[in-house]
Every structure is written in structure tokens, then in C-alpha cells.
């Protein structure tokens, strides 16, 4: 009996569970057994010597003084023919053959036994790796179900499935590959882990293997968006301003980020600096494409507009989208690309919606025109205010309509317009304050030029001419000491250090 021992020592060491649980799960399947064979609904009790491993079966009962449930109960002058020592209210154990129970019994006790151990060395899978998601771990092609790989982790296995594969890769039985773990699934038929070749994290484990400042925290990844065996683009950003993030990344002739695209069979990766500016995190991570600005539209909602060269779109979106959409990931923003053409055509649609459509010409009515001579003109053709304005007396009169009538329609149509311009004059008006306060400081000027003036009348002097001389010195002085420090000049000397 010696070897049921060895053998739930071997099977325990095997799969890594405790062999009390495949003690447990003997027990259960005898137990199991016994009500097949006996077929009672009496409560069994199994137990291993744990000397000879020997496994016993007893049926339990209770003593009681007038038995009612014969199943489970018995008398106590019964009880003591069995155990001398039973007590009312005590349970007495009757054994049971174990030697009875046939094929059929050890085959279902079999089936209890695997799985019980299936369960077990489930939970022991899910205990052990369930808090090591993202985690890059070495592993093992162990075989080939369909599209998906089994891996083999060591103390067990992992499923590779399609959709977690790169394009770019294929691999053969005993093939070593790195994968990081994507979700541990202890319901699961087959292999609870299930790795991944395709997400994120993979890259940005590489890069911390690869990269000594991101491994000390002097360097931190603050996001990748990545499309497995296309692109991924990942931020990064230097705690110590002596340190450049992205240089660091890429290594000496760069060393530190080819040695990753190896590793990913030539995925194309862009190392991004990272801005807590979405405008300048944005523009960086549409690189290679040149923004020419970009406005937020909706801070709440994260929604930006970027305005790009026309020369510059396709770069900006990609190949099938593939640009901004990985930007878009990267910043979690959503992002609208046009255009400099775009842009002025929708500039355009937008302001010729804020005109008005054509008034009717019904309008006129209340501004001194009668509805006789509106009747004439809807039914000559002449439906709106605009192309009224475009008429002239010939054609006017050619539609039976009197001089008297023309004059008439004539002042109502200015004083139609004239009410626009005067709202128009009324905002300017509005305006005008804020633009003439600032100019008040050369009040001394005209009183010294008249004292000069009276000077010089006082002595005969003629003064027209070099008073006409030093302003045009002083004008010719003004323009030339302002116009390098012009704001558009500025703007674009100071922009030029970026590009």
C-alpha cells in the first residue's frame, strides 16, 4: 500500500498542488464509489491509514433510544454489539467491504480522483499568476491546436490565440518565445493563462529590460499605443533634466531600440516625448508629419482639431489611419485632421451659412412699398430683396412698373440696407474707445512747436522747412527702430527654434 503514497507524492509534486488535497480527493471518490455499489443513503465516512495506506470504509449511525430513521439510526443494544462503548446520543461506525466494490466503482473513483486534481491545480494556477498580469515571462512552444499555440510556462501551460499574435511571426514546436501574460481565467477548459505576443505591455517590457534609465525610474513610460506587426508608438518622459528620454531610448546608433525590433520581427516603433500639454503632446506624437496648429475643441470631452499643410496630410493620417489613430490611443483624445484647404472651405461654408438667405420681398411692405407693386415683381420673377437690388429702372419699367413706383422701391430698398450699416456703425462705435485711449502721451509736442513758432515769428526766422525735416527724421527714426520688433516677426523667430 506503500505505493498509493508514493504515487500522491509524485502526482502532487507533478501538477504542484498539496497532496492533501489529493488525499481529500481519494477519500470523496470511495465515498462515491460506496453509494454507487451499495446503493443506500446511508453517511459514509472513508479514511487512510496513513501507515499502510490502507483505505476504510464505515457507514455511520446514530444511537437512539426508539429508532425512526432505520438508515441513520439504531438501538443502542445494536450499537453495542458493534462498539461496547456506545452511549445514546453517540455515533457508532459500521465497516463496510471495500473489497466488494467493482470495476465500475474504481473507474468512477478514478474519474473523482482527476478531477479533483484538475480543480486544484487550477486554483494553484490562478493563486500563482493571477497577480502577475503584464508580466514578461519565457516560454516554450509545447504544440499547435488550430491557430492557437500551447506554451509551456514550466510549472504550467499557456494559450497563445490568434488574436494575440502578431502578423509578422510564426512559429514551430520547441520555438523559445518571450509573451507577456494577458489575463489568468481559472474557468477555463483548457490552460487558465493566456499570453500575448500582440499587447502593449510587451513593448513596454522591453523597453524597461533594454533600457537601464527606465529600469531605475529615471526614465518613465507614460503610455504606447501599439498595432501588433505594424507600429506602436510609446511617450516617455525624463525625471532628471540632464537625461534626454527619447535618446535614451533609442541607445548609441540605436542600439537599445533595434535590438527590440528584432525582437518583434521589424515592427517600426516611435519613441515620443511626453508633454502634459495636449497641444505639444499631440504634435509630437503625429510625428513624422509637420502640425500647423491645432485647436481644442471640446477640453471636457477631449476632442482637438489638427490643422496640417496640405503637403502634410496623408503623412499626418497614416496609412489607413494608422498615424493618428495610434496618436489618438496615445493621447486618448479624439483628433480631427485637416487640411489648410479643408479648413478655409469649411471657413468658407461657415460664413456664407451667417449671411442671411435672400429676404422676400414681401419685407418692403413695411418700409413704404405697396402690395400691388410686390404682386408685380413675385410675378415677374423678382422673389428676393437681392435681386431686387440688382435691378435697374430700364428693367424695372419694362416689367409695367411706374417711375413714381421705381423711386419708391428704390428708398425702400436703401433703407432695408441702411439699418445693417448702422448696426454695423454701432459696434465700431463700441469699439473705437479701446482702440483710441492708449494714444495720449504725446500731448507736449504741439505746445513746444508753438512756443518755437512764436520765437521764431518774434525773430523774423522762417520755420517750415526744418520743422518738415525733423519730422521726417523722427518718422524715418520711429519706422526704423519698430519694424524688427514687429509681433509677426517675433512670433516666427520664435517658432523657428522649435521646427
Not at 64 to 77: F, G, I, Q, Y
Not at 201 to 230: H, N, S, W
Not at 380 to 389: D, F, H, N, P, V
Not at 431 to 444: G, Q, R
Request: glycine letters at 6%; aromatic letters at 4%; a negative charge.
Amino acid at each position: 500500500m506503500e505505493t498509493i503514497f508514493q504515487s500522491i507524492e509524485i502526482l502532487s509534486k507533478e501538477k504542484g498542488i498539496d497532496p492533501q488535497i489529493v488525499y481529500d480527493a481519494v477519500k470523496d471518490a470511495m465515498l462515491i464509489a460506496a453509494r454507487k455499489h451499495y446503493r443506500t443513503n446511508e453517511d459514509y465516512v472513508a479514511e487512510m491509514d496513513p501507515k499502510t495506506g490502507a483505505i476504510k470504509l464505515y457507514a455511520v449511525k446514530k444511537v437512539v433510544e426508539a429508532v425512526e430513521d432505520p438508515v441513520h439510526e439504531m438501538t443502542l443494544s445494536e450499537a453495542r454489539r458493534i462498539d461496547s462503548s456506545a452511549e445514546i446520543g453517540g455515533e457508532v461506525r459500521i465497516p463496510k467491504n471495500t473489497d466488494a466494490l467493482g470495476r465500475i466503482s474504481a473507474q468512477t473513483a478514478k474519474q473523482v480522483i482527476f478531477q479533483k486534481v484538475r480543480e486544484a491545480e487550477r486554483e494553484t494556477v490562478y493563486n500563482e499568476y493571477s497577480g502577475r498580469a503584464g508580466e514578461l515571462v519565457n516560454c516554450t512552444i509545447k504544440r499547435v491546436e488550430g491557430p492557437d499555440y500551447i506554451l509551456d510556462l514550466g510549472k504550467t501551460e499557456a494559450r497563445l490565440p490568434k488574436k494575440e499574435q502578431s502578423r509578422l511571426e510564426s512559429y514551430s514546436v520547441s520555438d523559445r518565445v518571450r509573451c507577456v501574460i494577458k489575463v489568468v481565467d481559472k474557468s477555463s477548459k483548457g490552460p487558465g493563462v493566456v499570453v500575448s505576443r500582440a499587447a502593449p505591455e510587451l513593448v513596454m517590457r522591453l523597453f524597461e529590460q533594454e533600457v537601464p534609465e527606465i529600469y531605475d525610474g529615471t526614465v518613465q513610460i507614460k503610455g504606447c499605443a501599439r498595432e501588433a506587426g505594424e507600429r506602436t508608438k510609446i511617450a516617455v518622459q525624463s525625471r532628471d533634466r540632464d537625461v534626454d528620454s527619447v535618446g535614451a531610448c533609442v541607445g548609441m546608433k540605436g542600439m537599445r531600440v533595434q535590438s527590440i525590433i528584432r525582437e518583434l520581427r521589424g515592427e517600426k516603433i516611435d519613441i515620443i516625448e511626453f508633454s502634459d500639454d495636449p497641444v505639444v503632446f499631440a504634435t509630437h506624437a503625429l510625428s513624422p508629419a509637420k502640425v500647423s496648429r491645432i485647436t481644442i475643441l471640446d477640453p471636457l470631452e477631449h476632442h482637438m482639431e489638427v490643422i496640417v499643410d496640405d503637403s502634410q496630410l496623408s503623412l499626418a493620417i497614416g496609412k489607413k489611419g494608422q498615424n493618428v489613430r495610434l496618436a489618438a490611443k496615445l493621447l486618448s483624445w479624439k483628433i480631427d485632421i485637416k487640411s489648410e484647404e479643408e479648413k478655409r472651405q469649411e471657413v468658407e461654408s461657415q460664413m456664407a451659412a451667417l449671411v442671411a438667405p435672400g429676404a422676400p420681398v414681401s419685407v418692403l411692405i413695411d418700409y413704404g412699398l405697396g402690395e400691388n407693386v410686390v404682386e408685380k415683381l413675385v410675378a415677374g420673377g423678382i422673389g428676393t430683396i437681392e435681386q431686387l437690388g440688382t435691378m435697374t429702372p430700364e428693367q424695372l419699367a419694362e416689367m409695367d412698373i411706374a417711375e413714381d413706383s421705381v423711386r419708391v422701391i428704390q428708398d425702400s430698398v436703401n433703407t432695408y440696407y441702411a439699418q445693417f450699416e448702422q448696426a454695423e456703425a454701432a459696434s465700431a462705435e463700441a469699439v473705437e474707445p479701446a482702440v483710441e485711449e492708449p494714444v495720449e502721451a504725446p500731448v507736449e509736442a504741439p505746445v513746444e512747436e508753438s512756443v518755437e513758432e512764436a520765437a521764431a515769428e518774434a525773430a523774423g526766422e522762417e520755420i517750415a522747412t526744418p520743422h518738415a525735416e525733423a519730422d521726417t527724421e523722427q518718422s524715418g527714426t520711429i519706422e526704423d527702430a519698430g519694424s524688427p520688433h514687429s509681433p509677426s516677426e517675433g512670433a516666427v523667430s520664435r517658432e523657428h527654434p522649435e521646427e
